[in-house]
C-alpha cells in the first residue's frame, strides 16, 4: 500500500508561473490543500500497516483494521467527498482520486477479509488462495489508479507550467 500512495505522501507547494488560468489556479488549490489534509493521513496509512505487521496476534490485527485503518480510509473519503471543483480540469483531477481512495479501501477490505479467513476455523485452503487472488488483482487496480493520478499530475504540471517546492 505504501507504494500506492506514493504519489500523495509528499507534500508540494506549487507556485503558478506569472499568468496563470482560473482552472490553474483552482485545480493548484486544490491539490495543495488535498497534500495538506491527505498527506497526514497517508502517513498514518503507513504506520498502521507497521502496527498490523507487529500486532501479537492475528486478532489483534483485525482490530487494527476494524477501529483505525477501515475508519481513517473512511476520513479520506470524507475528504474527497467533501469537495467542490467546478473547472473540468480540476473535476478530472479530483475523479482520479476517488477513484484512487476506491481502490485503496477496496484493497483495505479485502486485507481484512483475508485476515478474517485466517481465523475462521471454517476457511478452507482453496478459500484463502481465492481470497489472495482476489487480493493481488486489487492491489494492481489500485496501483494503476495510483499511477493514473501521478500522471495525470505529471501533465498538469507541464500544462500549467506549475513548479514544484517540497516543502520541509
Not at 483505525?68 to 475523479?95: F, N
Not at 487496480?141 to 517546492?165: G, P
Request: proline share 2%; net charge negative; glycine share 2%.
Amino acid at each position: 500500500m505504501k507504494k500506492i500512495l506514493g504519489v500523495i505522501g509528499i507534500i508540494f507547494i506549487m507556485v503558478l508561473a506569472a499568468c496563470s488560468s482560473p482552472e490553474a489556479d483552482e485545480v493548484l488549490e486544490y491539490h495543495n490543500a488535498m497534500a495538506e489534509n491527505i498527506n497526514p493521513k497517508i502517513d498514518k496509512i503507513d504506520e498502521l500497516y507497521t502496527k498490523v505487521a507487529a500486532a501479537a496476534s492475528d486478532e489483534e490485527a483485525l482490530e487494527v483494521f476494524d477501529n483505525e485503518l477501515v475508519p481513517l480510509i473512511g476520513e479520506i473519503r470524507d475528504y474527497y467527498d467533501s469537495q467542490k471543483v467546478e473547472s473540468d480540469v480540476a473535476k478530472e483531477y479530483h475523479k482520479l482520486h476517488l477513484e484512487l481512495v476506491d481502490a485503496m479501501d477496496n484493497v483495505v477490505q479485502k486485507e481484512k477479509e483475508y485476515l478474517s479467513a485466517f481465523l475462521d476455523e471454517n476457511s478452507t485452503e482453496e478459500d484463502i488462495l481465492a481470497l489472495e487472488e482476489e487480493l493481488d488483482e486489487l492491489t494492481e487496480v489500485a496501483a494503476e489508479k495510483d499511477k493514473a493520478v501521478s500522471d495525470h499530475w505529471d501533465s498538469l504540471i507541464e500544462k500549467y507550467d506549475f513548479i514544484e517546492e517540497e516543502e520541509e
